[in-house]
T-cell receptor, first 114, second 115 residues
Framework: GENVEQHPSTLSVQEGDSAVIKCTYS??????FPWYKQELGKGPQLIID?????GEKKDQRIAVTLNKTAKHFSLHITETQPEDSAVYFCAAPNGPLGYSTLTFGKGTMLLVSP | DAGVIQSPRHEVTEMGQEVTLRCKPI?????LFWYRQTMMRGLELLIYFNNNVPIDDSGMPEDRFSAKMPNASFSTLKIQPSEPRDSAVYFC?????????????FGQGTRLTVV
């Protein structure tokens, strides 16, 4: 099955700085990579995803980049705000698309200090 | 979160007791997942249903765990007998299609404490 490694496990930044979270995956056939944000006491929520036919995708202050050759993808948050503080999870499909499931990274706790 | 209602939100039980966690998904999503979240192991998939049929239960840790989905709007996860190491937050999630290339909507979770 898929193996997803996520780094760092914790990340502290000052408000306004950028934050980068990186993930690697093992299955070269994987072609869908979502990122989820989990706030305290809530379930994870999708914030952005990317498919393997593109190398980068942006949505306002959030962007995801994908390097299929190296089998890694990253989440970039610019101009961080205190409300960005949460746990972020990357994920990759566990098997070919169809009847398969997602494998999640262990998560990154992001703390944005005012 | 409004698309998936989980109950109870918190459950404290004694070791050896039976625990039943409930999930009520909104209609139109034919994939349903049960996850367990702990600090040590992160988010682990326990079981995956598609069109109410269990497709992958390889994540169910032991025979003490069982899950059912009698219809499209209800699913349960049962632990019998419960043990302290089962303490975790259990999430139910839904998505359309097969579930791996579309957004998954998570409930708010059930925090289970087994003492």
């Amino acid at each position: 099955g898929e193996n997803v490694e996520q780094h760092p496990s914790t990340l502290s930044v000052q408000e306004g700085d950028s934050a980068v979270i990186k993930c690697t995956y093992s299955d070269s056939a994987s072609n869908y990579f979502p990122w989820y944000k989990q706030e305290l006491g809530k379930g994870p929520q999708l914030i952005i995803d990317i498919r393997s036919n593109v190398g980068e995708k942006k949505d306002q202050r959030i962007a995801v980049t994908l390097n299929k050759t190296a089998k890694h993808f990253s989440l970039h948050i610019t101009e961080t705000q205190p409300e960005d503080s949460a746990v972020y999870f990357c994920a990759a499909p566990n098997g070919p698309l169809g009847y398969s499931t997602l494998t999640f990274g262990k998560g990154t706790m992001l703390l944005v200090s005012p | 979160d409004a698309g998936v209602i989980q109950s109870p939100r918190h459950e404290v039980t004694e070791m050896g007791q039976e625990v039943t966690l409930r999930c009520k998904p909104i209609s139109g999503h034919n994939s349903l997942f049960w996850y367990r979240q702990t600090m040590m192991r992160g988010l682990e998939l326990l079981i995956y249903f598609n069109n109410n049929v269990p497709i992958d239960d390889s994540g169910m840790p032991e025979d003490r765990f069982s899950a059912k989905m009698p219809n499209a709007s209800f699913s349960t996860l049962k632990i019998q007998p419960s043990e302290p190491r089962d303490s975790a937050v259990y999430f139910c999630a839904i998505s359309k299609g097969s579930g791996t290339d579309t957004e998954a909507f998570f409930g708010q979770g059930t925090r289970l404490t087994v003492v």
